[in-house]
């Protein structure tokens, strides 16, 4: 009933972490099937491919590129989005994969879950709005508001990509540090937004 239920609001084509798949039935020419994993450092650029090609790609965090969070549960950190060459990496990558895989109708552009570090470089706070604290990031994972450079980054990456295929999208989250609304930027009409209406507490979402 659920697997029903699930297609009928064109939920039955999910796959979850970029690893396993999880196949509701039949599509029957309804389904959406979606690559929803925290992917900046991991199926968009992985540390442990890219890093010592381009460090570049990665987080200057107190003058120093750094892949990997030092702080427990020690995930990845987030890449640096302003990178030129990581967004002409990353636009190649998208058209690669829908070539690969025709019936997918997004890609995901979705950092990575904290505690993780965000790139301090003068060219990422750009991307920013005015008056975000970054007191406590390097010591305790925390800052927020990093919404506006990662619809930045979605944004060029759907515009790119809508050239070749009008049809597809660019998938980001309302998410931990995402949650708040970008303040610089309006969407392009093809990046998607997932909520994550639990986030931050059990109620602090887009809908909490």
């Known amino acids: 009933e659920y697997f029903d239920w699930a297609m009928r609001n064109r939920l039955n ?6 690893i396993r798949a999880y196949n509701f039935g039949a599509h029957r020419g309804y389904g959406w099937p979606l690559l929803g994993n925290h992917s900046y450092n991991d199926s968009v650029a992985p540390h442990t491919k890219y890093f010592d090609d381009h460090p570049e790609w990665y987080p200057l965090v107190e003058g120093e590129r750094k892949p990997m969070c030092h ?3 020690y995930f990845p950190n987030q890449l640096c989005v302003s990178s030129k060459g990581l967004r002409d990496y ?3 990558l998208i058209l ?3 070539e690969r895989n025709p019936q997918d109708r997004s890609f995901p552009l979705i950092p990575m879950d904290g505690p993780s570090l965000w790139c301090e470089c003068d060219d990422c706070k750009a991307l920013d ?6 007191s406590n990031h390097a010591s305790k994972g925390s800052v927020e508001r990093m919404t506006d450079r990662a619809v930045n980054y979605a944004n060029e990456d759907a515009r790119r990509v809508a050239e070749v295929h ?3 999208r660019i998938l980001v989250q309302a998410y931990s540090y995402t949650l708040e609304p970008p303040e610089k930027n309006m969407l392009h009409e093809n990046v998607l937004v ?3 209406n639990l986030s931050g507490g059990r109620g602090r979402g887009p809908l909490g």
């Open 96 to 98: 690669d994969y829908f």
């Open 90 to 92: 990353t636009v190649q």
């Open 194 to 196: 997932q909520y994550a």
């Open 166 to 168: 009008p049809d597809k």
């Open 13 to 18: 084509g999910f796959f979850f972490a970029g």
């Open 71 to 73: 702080l427990p549960p």
């Open 129 to 134: 709005p005015p008056g975000i604290d970054w």
